[in-house]
């Protein structure tokens, strides 16, 4: 599985940005789709995840209400709608990939990562 994320940028306070994640696999609906993000210093943490065919999503506390999770699985596409953007949302976001399994917000169990891409939120 290889992964793709772009989309990341400079963006003001209040701002919109949508990342993607392009997956080269042959069967997407293998797997459960996650974002994760780490900031300059800081540990890796969940941001969102989204069931393999898309009808659940989980969102950390943080983003709840601001980000969407989403996938299209005949693109191979999972997405990421970040509206009113905060500067403490600047990191590295990551999408991943795991099988299908029940715990989606531990990265210990995701298995494929793609390089991320850099959101940079000025305030």
């Known amino acids: 599985v290889q992964l793709q994320a772009s989309g990341g940028g400079l963006v003001q306070a209040g701002g919109s940005l949508r990342l993607s994640c392009a997956a080269s696999?042959?069967?997407?609906?293998?797997?459960?789709m996650g974002w994760f993000r780490q900031a300059p210093g800081k540990e890796r943490v969940f941001v969102a995840a989204?069931?393999?065919?898309?009808?659940?999503?989980y969102d950390a506390d943080s983003v709840k209400g601001r980000f969407t999770i989403s996938r299209d699985n005949a693109k191979k596409m999972v997405y990421l709608q970040m509206i009113n953007l905060k500067p403490e949302d600047t990191a590295v976001y990551y999408c991943?990939?795991?099988?299908?399994?029940?715990?989606?917000?531990?990265?210990?169990?995701?298995?494929?990562w793609g390089r991320g891409t850099q959101v940079t939120v000025s305030s």
């Open positions: 991943a990939a795991r099988d299908r399994g029940s715990v989606l917000v531990d990265s210990k169990n995701y298995h494929y």
């Open positions: 989204i069931r393999w065919n898309g009808v659940s999503t």
């Open positions: 696999v042959r069967a997407f609906t293998r797997y459960e």
